[in-house]
Antibody
Framework: EVQLLESGGGLVQPGGSLRLSCAASGFTFSSYAMSWVRQAPGKGLEWVSGISTSGGHTYYADSVKGRFIISRDNSRSTLSLQMNSLRAEDTAVYYC?????????????WGQGTLVTVSS | QSALTQPRSVSGSPGQSVTISCTGTGSDFGGYNYVFWCQQHPGKAPKLMIYEVSKRPSGVPDRFSGSKSGNTASLTISGLQAEDEADYYCCSYAGSYTWVFGGGTKLTVL
């Protein structure tokens, strides 16, 4: 059974930094591209960032480019998101998401999410 | 990337069918048939219901179906059940390994 467990969320001041982690299990982590997707309170889903199987290719939404860094450790089956220069509009539940179980362009599993609140 | 457009809400009675639309620009859909739909119950993680426009993952009831015509994709749920009440999101591959979501549609089963 695919399991994605996010951690690292919390309250941070504007301009601050936070690092999210996602522990993956139940599948061969190194064989699948991964993504982060977020959901602001009461709002819809927003794709944030993606990373290739090897970690050699990374992709970002315009809203976070230059501030967030996605990475992975295949030896530990862990996905990370380093978030810098945080803004109030980054407040959201952040979901770790797996891609590729049903075609290369489909996000097929999400974790339960971790809440990030950016506020003074 | 601009969000895909979905109706904010739809409703139907048990046993009826409802259709949720998802409209994007040509660049959003990118000329690809890589549209998927997910279901989200309150406070829960999204769940994949349809992928590549019209394919169903294993375990998803065949009451759920998808289609696409031009720049509009659609999710149809037939034989509505109370448990179908949830938010539904469309999502499309937008090229360059980026994705764009719709704003979400709240389905109410009357």
């Amino acid at each position: 059974e695919v399991q994605l467990l996010e951690s690292g969320g919390g309250l941070v001041q504007p301009g601050g930094s936070l690092r999210l982690s996602c522990a993956a299990s139940g599948f061969t982590f190194s064989s699948y591209a991964m993504s982060w997707v977020r959901q602001a309170p009461g709002k819809g889903l927003e794709w944030v960032s993606g990373i290739s199987t090897s970690g050699g290719h990374t992709y970002y939404a315009d809203s976070v480019k230059g501030r967030f860094i996605i990475s992975r450790d295949n030896s530990r089956s862990t996905l990370s998101l380093q978030m810098n220069s945080l803004r109030a509009e980054d407040t959201a539940v952040y979901y770790c998401a797996k891609r590729g179980g049903y075609g290369d362009y489909t996000i097929d599993y999400w974790g339960q999410g971790t809440l990030v609140t950016v506020s003074s | 990337q601009s969000a895909l457009t979905q109706p904010r809400s739809v409703s139907g009675s048990p046993g009826q069918s409802v259709t949720i639309s998802c409209t994007g620009t040509g660049s959003d859909f990118g000329g690809y048939n890589y549209v998927f739909w997910c279901q989200q119950h309150p406070g829960k993680a999204p769940k994949l219901m349809i992928y590549e426009v019209s394919k169903r993952p294993s375990g998803v009831p065949d009451r759920f179906s998808g289609s696409k015509s031009g720049n509009t994709a659609s999710l149809t749920i037939s034989g509505l059940q109370a448990e179908d009440e949830a938010d539904y999101y469309c999502c499309s591959y937008a090229g360059s390994y980026t994705w764009v979501f719709g704003g979400g549609t709240k389905l109410t089963v009357l």
